[in-house]
Nanobody, 114 residues
Framework: QVQLVESGGGLVQAGESLRLSCAAS????????MGWYRQAPGKQRELVAT???????NYADSVEGRFTISRDNAKNTVYLQMNSLKPEDTAVYYC????????WGQGTQVTVSS
């Protein structure tokens, strides 16, 4: 069982930055592929960015060049640095861990005002 706890969400203005963190409960965090997803009101949950256990990253086209995913295996934590935020980035952001079984965090709200 893996528990994921997100933090770092909040209310910002367009153009500002936020950094989300996701802390995992297990010390073998390093073998999990991690990802950030988001869900806006009335929309389906969508991929934002992923990072494999080996450090390879992938981004949605809508955030490429603005967001950066990273991981610190010593701290069992994955980060999402979000720069140049836009109102359309407003959503609940979820952390996901995958190693055969998928685990989700409870989500953290990000609101970007225009």
């Amino acid at each position: 069982q893996v528990q994921l706890v997100e933090s770092g969400g909040g209310l910002v203005q367009a153009g500002e930055s936020l950094r989300l963190s996701c802390a995992a409960s297990r010390s073998i965090f390093s073998i999990y592929d991690m990802g950030w997803y988001r869900q806006a009101p009335g929309k389906q949950r969508e991929l934002v960015a992923t990072i494999t256990s080996g450090g390879s990253t992938n981004y949605a086209d809508s955030v490429e060049g603005r967001f950066t995913i990273s991981r610190d295996n010593a701290k069992n934590t994955v980060y999402l640095q979000m720069n140049s935020l836009k109102p359309e980035d407003t959503a609940v952001y979820y952390c996901r861990a995958v190693k055969i079984v998928i685990y989700w965090g409870q989500g953290t709200q990000v609101t970007v005002s225009s």
